[in-house]
Nanobody, 115 residues
């Protein structure tokens, strides 16, 4: 069974920073890709950033230069460092892992940026 445990969300003022973490089950043999997506009320779920097991990264246009994704493959953990946050970054952030057997989502963590 695949479990994802997210942490690090919260309330921050515009211009501030937050760091999200997502730990996947230790019993997963191989994760092909880990990433973060976000969904604001009334909007679709959008890509924030992904990172492959080989370290290749991909970012959504709105976060390039402000957010950094990284991973600890030995511990099946992915991080998202978010800097220079603005109110448009307010959303529920979801962790995602892509395995051979399928794609799995975390429960989501709220990030709220006040102006």
């Amino acid at each position: 069974q695949v479990q994802l445990v997210e942490s690090g969300g919260g309330l921050v003022q515009a211009g501030g920073s937050l760091r999200l973490s997502c730990a996947a089950s230790k019993n997963i043999f191989k994760i092909n890709r880990m990433g973060w997506y976000r969904q604001a009320p009334g909007n679709q779920r959008d890509l924030v950033a992904t990172i492959t097991s080989g370290g290749s990264t991909n970012y959504g246009d709105s976060v390039k230069g402000r957010f950094t994704i990284s991973s600890d493959n030995a511990n099946n953990t992915v991080y998202l460092q978010m800097n220079n946050l603005n109110p448009e970054d307010t959303a529920v952030y979801y962790c995602n892992v892509l395995l051979v057997i399928g794609s799995y989502w975390g429960q989501g963590t709220q990030v709220t940026v006040s102006s």
